[in-house]
């Protein structure tokens, strides 16, 4: 029973979290998503009309006509759900044609869907490694692959953040272990930088170690073609094991997927345990992310797009004088250093009419906190125009522009 003192410990718990500045709220969206939503935040204000800058719609495609129709496609011949696990009765021809079009654009060997990326990532781990394994990751990975390691029974190791030198001992350390992995994200999500995929490759078969990307943040857009950043580093087919999210770039809505080498996707399908005992994407998410593929293995317009916009939003915010971490991928963080200043100035903006949020402890580094900006095809010329207008506006309010590092945390502490 939830008895009085039962509810009493939550509530403390909770009141924990409200006393840290930590505590999350939803805000909601009235809106399908896009360049401009309507917002209700906090909860029960009337709501507003924004500029999303915070969106993982990197292409523009989670709201794309030719992508809804296809999804009510999939809903009238395909039905709403399938009331199974894959391997019982929950494998429609759809899934596996969807599977051959991921492992084709990916450059793979096969691919297996999931229900999202975090239970890719949760699942495969424990698939196809042993207690005499070895699993090496950068330390920067998302949690959802931190997560997966924990649930695997293969040694754990990590490296210092693209720091390929501490890699490289690393796997010297390891050569007495059955099979070593190393495990990247290609994009890290924070600060929108590339793992360097040409360099890791070198390392792995030089040490003879399996190579693991997560593309979540790069799959559709990454590269020339969009393959994700093992093309941008040259090293397409290279990649062992390739984890990725339809939940991002590739129409938005939910899924995931492991695509890799052939024996390593087999053991997935035979033992991943998100995959055998929940249920995959249903079949409208199917219709709508084989229309995704489609789209985007016709034309690389969209992801050109992006790329010009991120260029020019990058551009936007350096003329300011904003301190913005360096890159090239469409996440721009703009560094404020100092956690409340990032959260005064979201709360500005958000006035101003542009949604960005701020980012801090624990999610990044003591010290680092910063508001994470993330372009979209789905944003035209005056969308951005408008958003330098009020950052920079924001910004003079609160004196940054022009500041480095040094002169924000003088002005406002870590
Ligand atoms: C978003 C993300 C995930 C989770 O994707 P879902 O399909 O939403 O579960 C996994 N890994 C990385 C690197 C991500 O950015």
New binding site residues.
Partial sequence: MFSDKCRQSYINELNGIKQQGIFKQERFIHAPQGAEIEVEFPAGASTKKVINMCA?NYLGLSSHPEVVKAAHEGLDVRGYGMSSVRFICGTQDIHRQLENKLTEFLGTEDTLLFP????A?AGVFEAVLTDQDVMIADRLV?A??VDGMRLCKAAQDTYKHSDMEHLEAKLQEHQDKRNRMIIT?GVF?MDGDLAKLDKIVELAEKYDAMVFV?E??ASGFIGKTGRGTHEHCGVLGHIDII?T????ALGGA???CVSGRRELVELCRQRARPYLFSNTVAPVIVYGALKVMDLISKTTERRDKLEQNTIYWRKLLKDAGFDIKEGESPIVPVMLYNAKLAQDIATDLYAEGIYAIGFFFPVVPKGQARIRTQLSAAHEKHHLDKAIEAFTKVGKKYNVLGKGKKEIIEMYGM
């Fill in positions: 993982n999202s990326c975090m239970d990532n998302h959802s692959i994200d999500s997560d979540s943040h984890t999210t339809l939940g991002k939910s899924g995931g």
